[in-house]
């Protein structure tokens, strides 16, 4: 890093951010055993890749404790990469760890003083504050109650792909009725019992929605009228044809979008990921994506909802060239993070470097962490932050003679001040 690059990092890394999108359960937040953190499927799917049996991973018989010692006997495998260097950030900032590496000889000692840190009461303050976090982003079942959290600090956002895609299994049409009191047999029914979600989520201090979407889904309009017979099929526990599939998926994600325009709720697109494509993959460690995903899908989507701003993140480079021409050109289309495996610094750097020079700087939202524990916030926002400080003092400052100061405030604004006005928090 050079000094100019150093300088601006710093300034990005005195910033107290919120994270968007997370998977942070707010009853438990933070990691309770070395294993919470090793065990994310980063580590899982890499030790795996790597040879290590999916059996001796998920083996239910052992203890966290005897987890992390079998994945730590991968680590000098994945030494290279960029997730292990989260780890042993973690473990320098957060438990005092000194070592060039964790390994068979040194692990039960780290995993001890960790173990001894997490005990503590205040141990979810201490990584937030530790962390420069102010707030982090939820991702909530659709029959989240949303009791019992501060959603202040751990906001609220409908996750709703069991809605759009899952609606024909009897549990997930258990589950809303039990959610909303509506039994959604018609599709005003279904209408209304999705109505009754949102206003449940924004009187909670819900601040968008979101979905994951595979690579083929079409968003289009489908009428009351023409999903009727299909919702029936459905919600009677009929089989239902893949064009009558798609047909309810049309029906319930449109039906999204226009509550999202009546409650001004972003809505969170995270396009193009296939679901079990590697199948004796490990947990979470399953799902891949191609290069089919076009968003030209979602011209129809976009056109329809001028006041829905629909933050959206992408899986591949190509797709990301095709998402900066969408921001640069729709209103309503923001780029948002980088996201799985567009997650490593080449990435993140090209994909920035174009974002930057191409889409106004208001419609960037820089990253999020989408970690399931708080200790990853500081190595995945602090590397995201290098990348960025890479980039302003390259493309800006040399590249454009910018003050520093105007590069400050460009990485800032990424960094946070969108995250306040796009979401309104």
């Excluded at 957060?94 to 503590?120: P, R, V």
């Excluded at 979810?124 to 504050?129: I, R």
């Excluded at 993140?313 to 021409?325: A, R």
Aim: proline share 4%; hydrophobic share 40%.
């Amino acid at each position: 890093m050079t000094d100019l690059s150093r300088r601006l990092f710093d300034e990005l890394e005195s910033l107290v951010l919120i994270d968007p999108h997370t998977h942070i359960n707010p009853h438990a937040p933070a990691s309770k055993t070395l294993a919470d953190i090793m065990g994310y499927h980063y580590y899982t799917e890499l030790a795996h890749s790597a040879g290590m049996p999916k059996a001796y991973i998920e083996d239910k018989g052992i203890t966290p404790k005897e987890k992390v010692g079998r994945l730590v006997e991968k680590l000098g495998d994945l030494s290279n990469t960029i997730q292990v260097s989260w780890l042993m950030e973690i473990c320098r900032e957060f438990f005092g760890f000194q070592d060039d590496a964790i390994t068979t000889k040194n692990w039960e000692k780290l995993y001890d003083g960790a173990l001894a840190k997490m005990q503590l009461a205040d141990w979810e303050q201490q990584v937030l504050t530790h962390s420069k976090l102010e707030a982090v982003f939820l991702t909530n079942d659709f029959d989240d109650p949303l009791e019992g959290f501060d959603t202040k600090k751990y906001i609220p956002c409908l996750r709703t792909d069991d809605l759009v895609f899952h609606f024909a299994k009897p549990e997930t049409r258990a589950r809303l009725a039990k959610a909303t009191g509506i039994e959604a047999t018609s599709a005003e029914l279904l209408r209304s019992a999705i109505g009754k979600l949102f206003a449940h989520f924004t009187k909670q201090g819900a601040r968008a929605c979101a979905i994951s979407i595979p690579p083929g889904f079409v968003p289009m309009k489908v009428s009351s009228a023409d999903a009727q017979t299909v919702v029936e099929r459905a919600a009677s526990g009929g089989v239902l044809t893949l064009d009558q599939s798609a047909t309810l998926s049309q029906f319930v994600f449109w039906t999204l979008a226009e509550f999202c325009s009546e409650h001004s709720l972003p809505f969170d697109l995270m396009i193009g990921v296939n679901r079990r494509v590697y199948e004796d993959g490990v947990f979470q460690g399953q799902d891949l994506f191609d290069m089919r995903v076009s968003l030209i899908q979602y011209k129809e989507l976009f056109n329809a909802f001028p006041k829905v701003t629909f933050p959206i993140s992408v899986l591949g480079n190509t797709s990301n060239n095709e998402l900066v021409s969408y921001a640069w050109i729709f209103p309503n289309v923001v780029t948002n993070g980088h996201w799985w495996y567009s997650n490593i610094p080449t990435y993140i750097e090209v994909d920035t470097r174009s974002r930057l020079e191409a889409v106004p700087r208001s419609k960037q939202v820089g990253y999020y962490s989408d970690m399931y524990k708080l200790e990853f916030a500081l190595p995945k926002f602090r590397m995201y932050r290098r990348v960025l400080a890479k980039v302003l003092a390259e493309d800006f400052v040399i590249g454009r003679g910018w003050s520093e100061t105007k590069a400050i405030e460009l990485g800032k604004q990424v960094l946070r001040g969108n995250v306040e006005t796009i979401f309104k928090v």
